[in-house]
């Protein structure tokens, strides 16, 4: 039900951000006419944004030759859990809640070669 909902908001926020752009007016006027709140408008501008960036790198990652098992170097100065499992077709990837935008997007490119 979680997804479900998570989804629902995902392309709630999606509309209003593609109005508000269409709009031609500047974004800080028209989330005023609109009575939308501008905090909440740019957590999704920005979430929506990096999902379109991972989704773009995993296309483009498609496209070249998988491998059958890719090792993923964690930073030395990392104090993240060592233990990511990368499986093939069906990507299931568990890491730390503090883990660097450098390092998840390494494994998001070794998943997408799995």
């Given at each position: 039900?979680?997804?479900?909902?998570?989804?629902?908001?995902?392309?709630?926020?999606?509309?209003?951000?593609?109005?508000?752009?269409?709009s031609g007016m500047k974004k800080k006027d028209w989330?005023?006419?609109?009575?939308?709140?501008?905090?909440?408008?740019?957590?999704?501008?920005?979430?929506?944004?990096?999902?379109?960036?991972?989704?773009?790198?995993?296309?483009?990652?498609?496209?070249?030759?998988?491998?059958?098992f890719v090792q993923v170097a964690l930073p030395d100065?990392?104090?993240?859990?060592?233990n990511v499992i990368i499986h093939g077709k069906h990507?299931?990837?568990?890491?730390?809640?503090?883990?660097?935008?450098?390092?998840?997007?390494?494994?998001?490119?070794?998943?997408?070669?799995?």
């Amino acid at each position: 039900m979680e997804h479900v909902t998570q989804s629902m908001r995902r392309e709630y926020w999606k509309s209003i951000i593609a109005e508000c752009c269409s709009s031609g007016m500047k974004k800080k006027d028209w989330m005023e006419l609109n009575h939308i709140n501008h905090k909440n408008f740019y957590y999704w501008q920005k979430k929506l944004r990096m999902e379109a960036g991972t989704d773009m790198i995993l296309a483009e990652n498609k496209q070249s030759i998988p491998a059958p098992f890719v090792q993923v170097a964690l930073p030395d100065d990392s104090h993240e859990e060592k233990n990511v499992i990368i499986h093939g077709k069906h990507v299931d990837i568990e890491v730390a809640e503090n883990i660097s935008d450098e390092f998840l997007m390494r494994i998001i490119r070794a998943a997408s070669n799995a």
